[in-house]
């Protein structure tokens, strides 16, 4: 296969530090008691035995819960996950097919007697078991399954969703051809392939230049967010060259065309051009973090890990609540009301407010999966015995290295929030190996240090490697410069970042009871403060970063572990258009007001915000991006 690396095993990476306590505060809200409070994923679905929806939202939770109770090991939530595993291990049929009887769902652009898309869900579900425990049976079982879908795939064809989707049954496929060499496997994915829907065409001349306002299955943004990984997926098995300009040239086009401050390109439930108040559905968010995983394994870019990291730390808290117990369908850039309101979407009035299932319930289902997801990208190994760092988050790696080396791998350092990193490596004896560090592109002045001795750094595809022998305690230090920079954006309104972290000014909020429930309410958020802000084109930044411990949530606007001071003014005229914030003036008007020092703080810790900011005076320098 034609891929750069090999994630690890689920189980092999275990959060600490802030990223652990994301997944604790996940567990216990919405991701540990959903089943408890949403009868959609409750004792009656479909994929448990019921009569309730059997579709994709089943599927959907346990594709987030699953990961989530092995990383944390929680054997509470290892047996609500198991729950749904045995129940489809046990649903399989003679002739290989698995799962409910019949097809159950809200949904009504499917069709109901035959849909491969929802089985593709769960294959990912049993490849993350597999590797969590070793169960003998899902690779016996999924060879079954893959045997009854070829002799049917061609009399039955992939479509609708699951043609617009089929890169995540070749994503199973290749992983079942690793371990069982089987070519029946690659017969049926050259088949898959050519069901799917041509995204390396989409992508390599990409065609969806403006907001779209049509229904087409090419341009629903959480089916070009699964697509990107598409063309990565049929590189992996054909190794063409035109698959992999088209991953490249797709990410470009969208950001060119409907990219975002935060580092996603939008979608309410299509294409949405670049305005800062168009919004992007959270169902995206989860799917794109999952597409540039693969894409990092496959190729081996730090490009794709500077953008998975963009999202991870800004887009994905942005649109959950603080606690775990709220989301949106949709966030926005400038986001300063969530109300039950018409907007210029394709979606509904209840679209941006938080809740339990605003809008739609998929991303109910199906935002789990993001953070369990992150942490076990967090390292992989190259195909050569050495380790690749994909984000330095804290973490603890448990691995082998050089053939069969015991090693255990520390990060500390709490970053994004801190520009140091600390890493430290055990081994069971000493080996050599290379451990390839991931410089950033935002970051101009990298300094690595192994056992306090300076290393030279050679940096190629984002990436330097360390290659020597290591001993058990080898300390590597990583200093990553997070230097503050505008990016210039549509009629020159800027956004703001430092490392990673995209910054914006919070707007205090009034969240306003809309829907009691038993735990899960529903909320409007309404602004407690003035909003309409611009920045200075001369102001200064100053990076105001706590010391000691961070909190607990750190994406929580009033206890920011790292805030930004910056100058700007009140935009008289900067007006809502359609229950939003309008387009940031051109040539704001601020002549008679006095400058106001700002205190601005990461994307994802404030639900309303202002991160797209009107420019005020003219810039001496522009820096562009």
């Not at 605003?358 to 050569?384: I, R």
Request: glycine share 8%; with cysteine.
């Amino acid at each position: 296969m034609n891929n750069a690396w090999e994630a690890l095993p689920l189980g092999s990476i275990r959060a600490e530090g802030w990223l652990y306590n994301q997944l604790r505060i996940q567990a216990d809200g919405l991701t540990g008691h959903l089943e408890e409070h949403w009868a959609d994923v409750g004792p009656d679905n479909g994929w448990i035995g019921g009569n309730g929806e059997s579709w994709e939202r089943g599927p959907y939770y346990v594709d987030g819960l699953l990961p989530l109770a092995y990383i944390l090991n929680d054997e509470n939530l290892i047996a609500k996950a198991n729950r749904w595993v045995e129940w489809a291990l046990n649903s399989q049929q003679e002739n290989g097919m698995f799962g409910p009887a019949r097809i159950t769902t809200v949904n009504t652009d499917i069709d109901k007697e035959q849909d491969w898309w929802h089985y593709m869900i769960m294959l990912k579900v049993f490849m993350q078991y597999e590797e969590a425990t070793g169960d003998p049976r899902v690779i016996p079982f999924l060879t079954k399954f893959m045997d009854y879908v070829l002799g049917q795939i061609e009399s039955q064809p992939l479509r609708g969703w699951a043609q617009a989707r089929g890169a995540e049954i070749l994503l199973c496929l290749v992983w079942l051809y690793n371990r069982t060499q089987n070519e029946d496997l690659l017969k049926l994915a050259s088949i898959v392939k050519e069901q799917t829907t041509d995204w390396t065409d989409i992508f390599y001349d990409f065609p969806f230049w403006r907001k779209v306002e049509q229904w087409d299955w090419r341009t629903h943004v959480v089916n070009v967010a699964m697509g990107l990984k598409t063309p990565g997926v049929i590189f992996e098995l054909t190794g063409d060259s035109l698959d992999q300009e088209a991953v490249y040239r797709g990410i470009e086009s969208l950001m060119t065309y409907h990219g975002q401050a935060h580092g996603m390109f939008s979608g309410d439930e299509w294409l949405s051009g670049t305005s800062p108040s168009q919004g992007v559905e959270l169902c995206a968010v989860v799917e794109y973090m999952f597409t540039l995983e693969q894409l990092t394994r496959i190729f081996g870019d730090g490009k794709f890990a500077d953008v998975l990291e963009k999202v991870a730390f800004n887009v994905l808290p942005a649109t959950i609540s603080a606690d775990w117990t709220s989301h949106q369908y949709d966030q926005q850039v400038n986001q300063i009301v969530c109300n039950v309101a018409p907007r210029a979407w394709s979606n509904g009035p209840y679209a941006n407010v938080f809740g339990l299932e605003p809008n739609f319930g998929c991303c109910t289902a199906n935002m789990h999966q993001g953070w369990p997801k992150f942490v076990s990208h967090l390292w992989m190994k190259d195909k050569e015995g050495g380790l690749a760092a994909v984000s330095y988050a804290p973490c603890h790696v448990r691995t082998e290295v050089a053939g069969g080396v015991q090693a255990e791998l520390r990060v500390s350092g709490e970053y994004p929030f801190r520009e140091r990193v600390s890493m430290e490596l055990q081994l069971d004896r000493p080996a050599g190996f290379a451990m390839r560090l991931r410089i950033p592109g935002w970051c101009k002045s990298p300094v690595i240090k192994v056992n306090g001795a300076e290393m030279p750094i050679e940096i190629e595809h984002g990436y330097t490697a360390i290659n020597r022998e290591w001993q058990a305690g080898d300390q590597i230090e990583l200093s990553l410069p997070m230097e503050v920079q505008t990016v210039s954006r549509n009629l020159f309104a800027v956004s703001v970042e430092r490392g990673p972290l995209v910054y914006a000014l919070p707007v205090e909020e009034n969240w306003q009871l809309l829907r009691k429930r038993e735990r899960f309410n529903d909320y409007e958020l309404y602004p407690a403060s003035q909003w309409k802000y611009g920045l200075l084109a001369d102001t200064s930044f100053k990076a105001v970063v706590s010391e000691g411990e961070l909190p607990y949530q750190p994406f929580l606007a009033s206890e920011s572990p790292v805030k930004l001071e910056a100058q700007g003014k009140l935009v008289p005229d900067w007006r809502m258009e359609g229950n939003n914030a309008g387009t940031p003036p051109l040539a704001p008007n601020t002549d008679d007001q006095p400058v106001t020092d700002l205190v601005l703080v990461p994307y994802g810790g404030a639900k309303l915000r202002i991160g797209e900011f009107p420019l005020i005076g003219e810039r001496k320098t522009a820096r562009n991006r």
